[in-house]
């Protein structure tokens, strides 16, 4: 049976009641959102807070706002919030397609976007698509606010620049016009972490040629876009021969580890695949948007 | 610490310790052993219970997160003696063997059909695809939430009658 170590818990009323609870409970102190990620390593005594501050009563980063050239997203926007958004489907297709294999339907009941990229694991999605989508992170401390791009937020495997009396409570997502994006995943089964993932954001001048492009890697030891793509791609008409360079650059440019999930050639195999057929995906969904372009 | 939340329509309150997962509070302390433990990793979803009318994994959520809350467990589905639709339909169409899956099945069935009545079997099996039933009888269990959606308000009085008689 797992149980996790004694803790005392605390609910948060507002933002600026968790900012106070984390100053006064200190370094042992944990927020707790969906708790998908938390309460499972709680229980395997990974990870062991003297205090569990619960955030979930903070419905007021519970939202999606399309405020002019930007969507902005609260930290506590769940899982099947995103995968349910019109506005989402529409501006930034990545995340529906992301969101459809992240986790299970009823994990994804739970889970938050703030969480997921607190969480910061290698296998987890959103941080590819916030990267590649280059989403500003607004963090909330006891000195103000600030924002930090994905580069600055996400340090690396499990830890982000949030500092332990700071909270993250919005994503930003600029809004481009002639632009999309695409996310593919393989994963062994429902609810398991990817063996490889790819994702690809576009933008099109009005001749059709590759303005921006963004691609991202999931679970194969890339923390950064793939930056070997955009200097190739930009200021070319899309083509089939530079999707397959695209996932050629990108399989040179991963670096995975073999484990469980499958030898070192079969994930960068997929890194190559997967990115051929995301940025194809986000070059023609890019193009549908501009009506006059085929591809 | 103290938490309150309504089990299947009654107000409960409780002294916990702040650790203790909902999946055991509801077993352990509120005797409803529907509710099965089985994984314990997020996996299985035989653990689910409706929080509010979600369906969520209870060994993945303290108790002390469900304070203030409304859950539905596998013991609340019927009404009285009336089956809920999706329990008449694993009835109709042999949706259990063994039987262990079937409450967390169940519950997320009737969460499905309360925001989408008409799934498609696609649909289906989306909805039940992070639940795990080791018996392997998913086409059964498909096919039990179809009968559920097309039997809304349960087995008419007439097949009642007819399996009385029987």
Redesign the interface.
């Known amino acids: 049976?797992?149980?996790?170590?004694?803790?005392?818990?605390v609910?948060a009323s507002s933002v600026d009641n968790a900012l106070a609870l984390l100053d006064r409970h200190g370094a042992e102190s944990r927020v707790?959102a969906g708790?998908?990620s938390l309460?499972?390593m709680?229980?395997l005594r990974l990870a062991r807070p003297d205090w569990?501050i619960?955030i979930?009563d903070l419905f007021e980063l519970d939202y999606l706002l399309v405020d002019k050239d930007v969507l902005r997203i609260g930290a506590m926007t769940r899982h099947t919030t995103l995968l349910e958004s019109d506005d989402i489907k529409r501006l930034f297709p990545i995340i529906t397609d992301a969101e459809r294999v992240i986790?299970?339907?009823?994990?994804r009941?739970?889970g938050t976007i703030g969480g997921s990229l607190c969480q910061a694991d290698p296998a987890e999605d959103l941080s590819t698509v916030c990267h590649v989508l280059e989403a500003m992170a607004v963090v909330r401390g006891p000195a103000g606010e600030r924002m930090l791009s994905m580069a600055d937020f996400h340090r690396g495997p499990y830890e982000t620049a949030v500092a332990q009396n700071e909270l993250l409570i919005e994503v930003r997502i600029p809004i481009r016009t002639g632009s999309s994006s695409a996310y593919e995943k393989v994963e062994r089964r429902?609810?398991d972490w990817a063996v490889a993932a790819a994702g690809a954001s576009v933008s099109l001048d009005s001749a059709g040629t590759i303005s921006r492009v963004a691609v991202g890697l999931t679970a194969v030891g890339l923390d950064r876009n793939v930056t070997e793509v955009e200097a190739v791609l930009v200021g070319q008409a899309p083509t089939e021969e530079l999707f397959t360079e695209a996932g050629r650059l990108a399989s040179l440019a991963c670096d995975p580890l073999a484990d469980q999930r499958g030898p070192i050639d079969y994930k960068r195999h997929l890194a190559d695949e997967l990115t051929r057929r995301v940025v194809r995906a986000a070059c023609r969904r890019a193009a549908a948007s501009v009506s006059e372009i085929t591809i | 610490?103290q938490i309150s939340m309504t089990i299947n329509g009654t107000f409960v309150t409780r002294e916990i310790?702040?650790?203790?997962?909902l999946v055991?509070f509801i077993r352990d302390d509120l005797r409803l052993t529907g509710t099965h433990w089985g994984c314990?990793?997020?996996?299985c979803?035989t653990c689910?219970v409706l929080m509010d009318g979600?369906?969520?994994?209870s060994c993945?959520?303290?108790a002390?997160?469900a304070?203030g809350h409304a859950i539905t467990t596998v013991e609340g589905l019927a009404n009285g003696a009336t089956l809920d639709p999706v329990q008449q339909g694993f009835m109709e169409e042999h949706g259990l063997q063994c039987g262990f899956c079937t409450p967390g099945m169940m519950l997320?069935a009737r969460a499905l059909l309360d925001h989408n009545p008409h799934p498609e079997p696609l649909e289906i099996r989306?909805?039940i695809?992070?639940?795990i039933c080791r018996c392997t009888g998913y086409a059964t269990i498909v096919r039990s939430i179809q009968w559920a959606a097309e039997h809304p308000v349960g087995a008419t009085t007439e097949t009642t009658d007819e399996e009385v008689h029987a």
């Open positions: 049976m797992q149980i996790p170590a004694p803790f005392d818990y609910r707790v708790g998908h309460l499972p709680m229980k569990l619960d979930n986790a299970d339907p009823i994990v009941n739970r429902v609810g | 610490m310790e702040p650790r203790v997962l055991h314990d990793t997020t996996n979803g689910v979600q369906p969520v994994k993945t959520v303290l002390a997160m304070d997320t989306e909805a695809s992070g639940q």
